[in-house]
């Protein structure tokens, strides 16, 4: 059965340090979100992506957030500037046409 | 804001039961999905069952079964013969693009 795959599984960086976490959405599908978890708390949408481009986003997607799809299995979600409160789990989702959406198992950020 | 409430923290029921976890949602729109989705120790998020607003007939899917009440904004998930595996935390999520979850029920299946 498909399913969305994430890397890394965990990863562990620096305040200040750039980041990017990957996704390879389920093949035919042509929507794609980001979500974040910070541990013990509910899942927070980020930003959703269709057509090569942001379709919504959330307050807490500001400048320091980027999205993209570089071909045609990718998508990434770059963190320009970690802060210590960036540390979360950090989801990615797709879906084709319909409603339900598809999660990844995630990729655990620490911001150190 | 649009939100989601779980009122229920932690549900604990011994295995066979049947236990019913709440949700309530506040929403201006008037097509909409409603889900629940369970996230185990792991921290996946699996996709339990589906609902969609437009739709009167409540959500089967095998054990599990939902109480969409659309005027009272209610959608509660029952799980019958509850199984050891169950144990996990529940979140109910609305949405039509990107999804709004509640806080999450961690419900616990006792053997």
């Known amino acids: 059965e498909p399913e969305v795959t994430q890397t890394p599984s965990h990863q562990v960086t620096q305040m200040g340090q750039e980041v990017i976490l990957r996704c390879v959405p389920i093949?035919?599908?042509?929507?794609f979100y980001w979500y974040r978890q910070i541990l013990g708390q509910k899942v927070e949408f980020l930003v959703s992506f269709y057509n090569n481009e942001i379709s919504e986003k959330s307050e807490i997607f500001d400048d320091q957030f980027s999205v993209e799809r570089p071909d045609g299995s990718n998508f990434t979600l770059k963190i320009r500037s970690t802060k210590l409160e960036d540390s979360a789990m950090y989801f990615c989702?797709?879906?084709?046409?319909?409603?339900?959406?598809?999660f990844g198992p995630g990729t655990r950020l620490t911001v150190l | 804001a649009q939100t989601v409430t779980q009122s229920q923290p932690e549900m604990s029921v011994q295995e066979a039961e049947t236990v019913t976890l709440s949700c309530t949602y506040d929403t201006s729109e008037s097509n909409y999905y409603l889900f629940w989705y369970k996230q185990p120790p792991s921290r996946q998020m699996i996709l339990v069952i589906r609902q969609e607003a437009y739709k009167q007939q409540n959500a089967t899917e095998n054990r599990f079964s939902v109480n969409f009440q659309k005027a009272a904004k209610s959608f509660s998930l029952k799980i019958s013969d509850s199984q050891l595996g169950d144990t996990a935390m529940y979140f109910c999520?609305?949405?039509?693009?990107?999804?709004?979850f509640g806080k999450g029920t961690h419900l616990i299946i006792q053997p």
């Open positions: 999520a609305r949405g039509a693009d990107g999804l709004t």
């Open positions: 989702a797709s879906r084709w046409e319909t409603d339900t959406q598809y």
């Open positions: 093949s035919n599908h042509l929507y």
